[in-house]
Structure formats: C-alpha cells, structure tokens
C-alpha cells in the first residue's frame, strides 16, 4: 500500500517568513496530492491539492509543487501569518476516475505543526 | 461544512463495551470514510463505503465494523471497546461533482476507553 512520509514534524517561523513542509510517497499510480489544515480541536480542512497532471499550484499565499519522479511533494506559506499556525497535513491517494479502484481513500502524512510567531 | 455531522461528539466508555459512532451527510456524496487521529499517526483510514451496502477494510480495521444502510449514514461498530481504541475519529465524504476527489471531513467524535 500507499506510504507518506512528511516532515518536518514542527516548524517554527517569524511572522512574515516563508513556510516549506515536504512529503514523499511510495506508491506510483498515486496521482492526486491534497493539503489539509487543521486548528486546534478542529476538523481537517483542505487549503490546496494537485493532480499528477500539474507541476504547481498556487492560491494567493499558499502554493504546491510536485516531482513525480521523484515522488515528492511540498507546501509553500508566503508572508506567513499568527494565524496559519496549525497542524498540517499531506495525503495521497489513486483517483478513481483515473481508472483505479482506490475510491479515493487517502494516506497522510504525520503532520507538521506549525507556530508562527508575530 | 458540507452537511455533515457526527454522533456522539465525545463519548466515555469502559472495556469491553460495544460502542457505535455515526455519521450522517446530506450531501448525497457517494464515497464515506472512518478515520482515527492519533498524536504521531496522522489521519488512518479504518473502513470505507462506495455505496450503500458496499464497504472495505482500510488500514487500521481490526476491532471495527461498519455498516451503511442508506447513503446518508454510515456507521461505526466497536465491538469490544479496548483502550487502544482511545482516539477522535473523523468521518469524511467525497463524490460528487467536479472536485470529486475532494474529501470533507466531519466535526469528529472524541472517544475514550478507560
């Protein structure tokens, strides 16, 4: 099966800085990468993905990239902020619609948790 | 939050109990999803349904069972609660649409075994 490995664990940022976490995956015929946020007693909420069809993404401050190659991808935090202080996660999963039968379950990563300091 | 909830939202229980978890959406979303969140683990997956009366096992299915009767509800059977089953479990949906693959995830339920 799908393995994801992220790191780092914890990140730690002056407000303003930029933000890299990075994951790898072990599985191939994985082709579609989504991020997720999650605060403190919340539920995960996706903030970006990418299909294998793309090498990036970008939405206003938030960006990902992807080597399929070399079957890693990254999540990019611009003029980070106190307030995308969270935990986030990588995932991966085959897309059904792709041909696969993985119904799109998803693998993640550990988390990174992420402090950014004002 | 894409019309879906869980229930109980925190649930107290003893070994050896049988305990059942629910989620419900009203999306009318196809896919359905059990994950347990656990510090150090990420999200794991422990069943998935792909329709009504169809499910699978995930990664971490051992001591659980589901069941999915309608598409709106998908449950969660801990036959025999253990304390290794202490965990907040997210239920999630994806399916419908052009973002598809899209998975939204429940408020989650805190469960704790003692």
């Known amino acids: 099966g799908e393995n994801v490995e992220q790191h780092p664990s914890t990140l730690s940022v002056q407000e303003g800085d930029s933000a890299v976490i990075k994951c790898t995956y072990s599985?191939?015929?994985?082709?579609?990468f989504p991020w997720y946020k999650q605060e403190l007693g919340k539920r995960p909420q996706l903030i970006i993905d990418i299909r294998s069809n793309v090498g990036e993404k970008k939405d206003q401050r938030i960006a990902v990239t992807l080597n399929k190659t070399a079957k890693h991808f990254s999540l990019h935090i611009t003029e980070t902020q106190p307030e995308d202080s969270a935990v986030y996660f990588c995932a991966a999963s085959e897309r059904w619609g792709a041909g696969g039968t993985s119904y799109g379950k998803l693998t993640f990563g550990q988390g990174t948790i992420l402090t950014v300091h004002p | 939050d894409a019309g879906i909830t869980q229930s109980p939202r925190h649930k107290v229980t003893e070994t050896g109990t049988p305990v059942t978890l629910r989620c419900h959406q009203t999306?009318?979303?196809?896919?359905m999803y059990w994950y347990r969140q656990d510090p150090g683990h990420g999200l794991r997956l422990i069943h998935y349904s792909y329709g009504v009366k169809d499910t699978d096992k995930g990664e971490v299915s051992d001591g659980y069972s589901v069941s999915r009767s309608k598409t709106e509800d998908f449950l969660l059977t801990l036959e025999s609660a253990t304390s290794s089953q202490t965990s907040v479990y997210f239920c999630a949906i994806s399916g419908r649409g052009s973002r598809d693959n899209e998975q939204f995830f429940g408020p989650g339920t805190r469960l704790t075994v003692l």
């Open positions: 599985d191939s015929a994985s082709n579609y």
């Open positions: 999306e009318n979303h196809r896919y």
